[in-house]
């Protein structure tokens, strides 16, 4: 069944009305209780309390309870998508959400997925940190498919949802299916390269590897510079997020061994690691460590890679409070297993494994939920893409 023809017998021919989310007679804006309580003030317990970035901690009492929509207050003009959340049962909102729910001819959750893709930016008012005011928040559309038969209209809205929600349970069955795998890949590791005093001979960084810091290219900067700059963001979304340079400051080869040297407090950057898979591509930017593996019959580049990324005789330096700042020293006094060739081969083996399906791109896991959340796109835009009302016409206050 082609997508026209699949709304088109959905929705029966049947017109739409539209509303505002300000309509008091289908929605109820709930932010009366909202409170905002200083995360040094907050008693811990279950009840999850939300704020304009989802979920921020969890605490004793609340401020709701039931089926709502919590829509940001504050968030940036340029997002693609608007800060919208479901929540179910007790929770406490703070004063940066909007909350609200349908009322009797209007599916909460259907209002959920609606305003899911819906064009938020037309409704902010400020410059890069945006505000969604209550007064301007009440002026967006919203529409009822057959409000003329209550029953049938809730028929609608509910296979909607009952589509939609497919491929959100989908996808979060996938993320904790990946999430799994990332417990089960950081025990693996930890397994595989913890070994007992004793066990093995140690050396330091500084025995077995070269280091250099990186250089400040923030001047060379270019969007279709030839090398790619290799700095905190690269290399913390594992080379995602790239800035590129014509100049090639301080050029990178195949097997360096690139590790993040300062972060903020409980930061998820510092002491991670990239390798550099081939020449002449890259260029090292400042406060970022090139390691260069001194004698590759002593130790593999690529073991090395996984023996000190995040490893916690690094990660100890982060007291939570302050930004960290790796020292040269610090690095290099770092303790490093001597194995034989063939069991870091082995291991190596099995950690490529396991990185393939948790972090790649082009396979494992993380590509599903891709296209898992394309399909959501697609279905949404195709159930949700109502005819908007002629320019002039009035809609429902």
């Known amino acids: 069944m082609s997508s026209m023809s699949y709304m088109e017998k959905l929705l029966d021919g ?42 921020q901690d969890y605490v004793e009492g609340y401020t709701h309870d039931g089926q709502f929509l919590l829509i940001a207050e504050d968030g940036s003009a340029s997002l693609k998508k608007y800060s919208i959340q479901y929540a179910i049962g007790k929770f406490w909102a703070n004063n940066h959400v909007h909350v609200l729910r349908g009322k009797s001819g209007l599916n909460t959750r259907f209002l959920y997925h609606y305003l899911c893709i819906v064009n938020f930016i037309p409704f902010l008012t400020g410059g890069g940190r945006a505000k969604l005011t209550k007064g301007k928040m009440i002026e967006i559309p919203v529409p009822i ?4 038969n209550p029953e049938k209209s809730l028929e609608i809205q509910a296979e909607i949802v009952r589509i939609l929600d497919t491929f959100t349970e989908l996808t979060t069955e996938l993320t904790t299916e990946l999430n799994a795998r990332k417990k089960q890949y950081n025990y693996y590791r930890d397994q595989f390269l913890s070994f007992e005093e ?60 690139l590790l993040v040297m300062s972060d903020l407090p409980n930061g998820k950057a510092l002491a991670k690691t990239f390798i550099v898979e081939a020449d002449g591509r890259y260029t090292l930017n400042q406060r970022i460590g ?72 082009s396979e494992g896991l993380p ?7 394309q399909q959501y796109e697609y279905y949404s835009d ?3 893409s109502f005819p908007k009302p002629e320019a002039g016409t009035a809609v429902n206050t």
């Open 145 to 148: 498919p057959w409000p003329e």
């Open 198 to 257: 004793g066990e093995v001979e140690w050396k330091t960084l500084d025995d077995v590897a070269n280091f250099a810091n990186g250089k400040g290219h923030e001047k060379d900067i270019t969007e279709d510079g030839e090398y790619i700059v290799v700095n905190s963001k690269f290399i913390s979304t594992d080379g995602k997020f790239a800035k590129h340079s014509n100049k090639q400051i301080c050029p990178l080869l195949i097997d360096d061994i």
């Open 367 to 373: 590509r599903e939920i891709a296209l898992r959340q």
């Open 290 to 361: 090139g390691i260069t593996v001194k004698n590759k019959d002593e130790i593999l580049p690529k073991f090395l890679h996984y023996f000190l990324n995040r490893t916690p005789q690094l990660t100890k330096y982060n007291n939570g409070a302050d930004q960290t700042n790796l020292r040269k020293d610090q690095i290099l006094g770092v303790k490093i297993p001597i194995l034989s060739i063939s069991e870091q081969e082995n291991i190596v083996a099995i950690l490529d494994k396991f990185e393939a399906l948790t972090n790649s791109i």
């Open 382 to 384: 195709l159930l949700l």
């Open 14 to 55: 049947v017109e739409v009305e539209w509303t505002v989310l300000g309509d008091k007679h289908v929605i109820e804006v709930a932010n009366s209780g909202r409170k905002p309580v200083k995360s040094s003030l907050r008693v811990s317990g279950k009840t999850p309390y939300y704020g304009a970035n989802n979920i």
